[in-house]
């Protein structure tokens, strides 16, 4: 009995975007956790409704660290886009630079939200509002430490003899992630801290 077989050595060992399955698995974990930011607001926006107690609750929030942690999030997508694109052209020098720029980037927001949380007017264990201000901000929050904590590691990896080939598929979907963290803080922002003013 004969079998017959292809050679497949000379296929490439790795590719970008959606030919790729982390590209999926990353994909999919942007629509489950925007779920549960949805469901957040959701939750948030039903009491605000509902709860006859929310508006004496529902302290208007400190906007400098907040307004700060949206300003530097919102202009990490151009180092990001860079990424995306010198990641595709595997330009190992600008690619070490910029994630060496984002990581900076990142630690600078991980500060930035320690100092939101150290400035807010309510504890989490206060009321409902505090329950829900807490829960979102430190959700969002978890979304940040691990993207930074990711794109350290990969910059690491970019500095070592692993800098090379499928390290750059990693870059863009590092950077891919980073755009859902990015655009799920903004109705956040917006819900948490101004919609109270209105």
């Known amino acids: 009995m004969s079998r017959s077989f292809i050679d497949v050595s000379s296929l490439p060992t790795y590719a970008f975007g959606s030919r790729v399955t982390p590209w999926w698995g990353t994909f999919s974990f942007c629509l489950l956790e925007g779920t549960g930011f949805a469901l957040g607001i959701g939750g948030y926006l039903y009491l605000a409704v509902t709860n006859t107690h929310w508006a004496k609750d529902a302290v208007p929030l400190n906007l400098v660290w907040s307004t700060a942690f949206t300003l530097v999030l919102v202009a990490s997508a151009i180092p990001n886009f860079l990424i995306k694109r010198t990641a595709l052209q595997e330009n190992l020098r600008l ?42 901000l430190g959700l969002h929050g978890v979304h940040v430490l691990t993207d930074v904590a990711d794109t350290l590691v990969l910059t690491v990896l970019m500095f070592t003899r692993h800098g090379m080939g499928k390290r750059f598929s990693d870059a863009e979907d590092n950077a891919f992630y980073w755009y859902f963290v990015v655009l799920s803080w903004l109705p956040l922002y917006a819900v948490l801290y101004w919609l109270p003013r209105l």
């Open 95 to 136: 690619v070490r630079l910029l994630l060496l720029a984002m990581s900076s980037v990142g630690l600078v927001l991980i500060i930035l939200r320690i100092m939101e949380f150290s400035a807010l007017p309510v504890r989490w264990s206060d009321n409902a509002y505090g329950s829900f201000i807490w829960l979102l």
